[in-house]
């Protein structure tokens, strides 16, 4: 069993900088995927960033290549989404999710088995 809690994220302004973090706790997330997903409201959840743990591959949405970077700590089992150039279109709930394995379909949030609680983003000037 895994607990994934998310910190970070906040209020900027458009073009600006922000981050959110996520730890897993309960056993290491070694062997792992872990991912990053969004949902705005009244809009779907949808995929941001992924990676697989052991190797450090990394996976982005088109909406986001380029100005956000996914990255993981092995020591402190934590997973990372540093977000720059920000748009108001990005303002949602960030939720951290893992699974055990190396996922193809890394960008569907239905593989995932664990979820963190949520970090809020606004992007607002």
């Known amino acids: 069993q895994v607990q994934l809690v998310e910190s970070g994220g906040g209020l900027v302004q458009p073009g600006g900088s922000l981050s959110v973090s996520c730890v897993a706790s309960?056993?290491?997330?070694?062997?792992?995927?872990m991912g990053w997903f969004r949902q705005a409201p009244g809009k779907e959840r949808e995929f941001v960033a992924a990676?697989?743990?052991?190797?450090?591959?990394?996976y982005y949405a088109d909406s986001v290549k380029g100005r956000f970077t996914i990255s993981r700590d092995t020591a402190k089992n934590t997973v990372d989404l540093q977000m720059s150039s920000l748009k108001p279109e990005d303002t949602a709930v960030y939720y951290c999710?893992?699974?055990?394995?190396?996922?193809?379909?890394?960008?569907?949030?239905?593989?995932?088995?664990?979820w963190g609680q949520g970090a809020q983003v606004t992007v607002s000037s």
């Open positions: 990676i697989r743990w052991t190797s450090g591959i990394t």
């Open positions: 999710a893992g699974r055990s394995g190396t996922l193809l379909n890394y960008y569907r949030d239905s593989v995932y088995d664990y």
């Open positions: 309960g056993r290491t997330a070694s062997g792992y995927t």
